[in-house]
């Protein structure tokens, strides 16, 4: 769907992007995982046309008028209209449908109420966050590019946003979304690209390329710290929280075993940072 090869960018400052190839496929949820400043948006921009690329090859396999659509950076909104007057200009301009029936259902795609009637300048960061998807869907584009959707997020904004992307993923659209925090595009990608200082320096299967780094678990349950099966593994203990360390392939057991011990786990979250992504490649 798009195949963008050995992309570089220069600015006054020094290279943003240098050799990045990158491939985005319908349905697939694409994270772009980098530090500030490793060149992200340099690389959206350049993927929707808005920066030229000192060198490289961008290709897109669409028929539509509108192959690609994108939030960069923030949702450019006008604050002083409601989410139904900000869809119908944004689709005017964009020459699609603005009738009311074709407005209010850009709105119930991306599940913003059809009877907010006061302006966007109210809205929190997650409606204004899907009030920008939908103007980006006008016109139905196969590719949809978000840039750090999930900053300024509540944990509920985050998971019904997660919730939102894959859906659209789920109609076969191709999604690349950035961020610098592992946790949410863990929970939402199928594909990782790692970026550090304009390099791509990892990629993979979401999964694939995590489980073989997790090493740290945080389990939370009543007493926890007090279960004899996880004492061997403990790496700190807090009340009704512990931090073990162990291999993805231990943690079935071990949850099995601390279940059996007659602790009601009721969450374990791996824990990975960005830097153990970028360490192994950049040495
Ligand atoms: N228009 C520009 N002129 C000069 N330098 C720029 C410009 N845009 C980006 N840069 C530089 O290019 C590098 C990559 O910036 P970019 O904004 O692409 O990174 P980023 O990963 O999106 O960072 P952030 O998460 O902070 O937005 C940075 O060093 C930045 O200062």
Redesign the pocket.
């Known amino acids: 769907m798009l195949q963008a090869t050995d992309l570089n960018k220069s600015?006054?400052?020094?290279k943003?992007l240098h050799n990045f190839s990158i491939q985005l496929k319908s349905g697939v949820i694409a994270g772009l995982l980098?530090r500030?400043?490793?060149?992200?948006?340099?690389l959206f921009k350049i993927l929707c046309g808005l920066v030229t690329p000192d060198h490289g090859t961008l290709a897109i396999a669409s028929k539509r008028a509108k192959p690609i659509g994108a939030v960069i950076e923030q949702p450019g909104l006008y604050s002083y209209l409601t989410a139904y007057e900000n869809l119908k200009i944004f689709a005017q301009i964009q020459k699609a449908p603005a009738d009311l029936k074709s407005v209010e259902g850009y709105l119930e795609s991306v599940g913003l109420p059809l009877n907010r009637k006061d302006p966007v300048r109210n809205f929190s960061m997650g409606m204004k966050q899907r009030l920008g998807i939908a103007i980006a869907l006008l016109n139905d584009p196969e590719i949809l590019i978000l840039d750090?959707p999930f900053s300024g997020l509540d944990p509920t904004g985050v998971a019904s946003l997660i919730k939102l992307i894959k859906e659209l993923a789920a109609q076969d659209i191709a999604i690349l979304l950035s961020s610098?925090l592992m946790t949410e595009l863990q929970k939402c990608c199928d594909y990782l690209y790692v970026i550090d200082g304009?390099i791509l320096v990892n990629e993979g299967e979401t999964n694939t390329l995590l489980d073989g780094l997790i090493s740290v678990y945080t389990l939370t349950a009543t007493n926890i710290q007090a279960c004899a099966v996880l004492q061997p593994y403990l790496l700190t203990t807090e009340k009704n929280t512990v931090s073990i360390t162990c291999s993805s392939e231990q943690i079935p057991a071990i949850l099995q075993n601390v279940l059996e011990e007659g602790f009601a786990v009721t969450s374990c979250v791996p824990n990975i940072t960005l830097e153990q992504l970028v360490i192994p490649l950049a040495k």
Request: glycine share 32%; no cysteine; charged share 20%.
């Open positions: 600015y006054k400052s020094g943003a980098g500030n400043g490793a060149g992200k948006t340099t750090e610098h304009g």
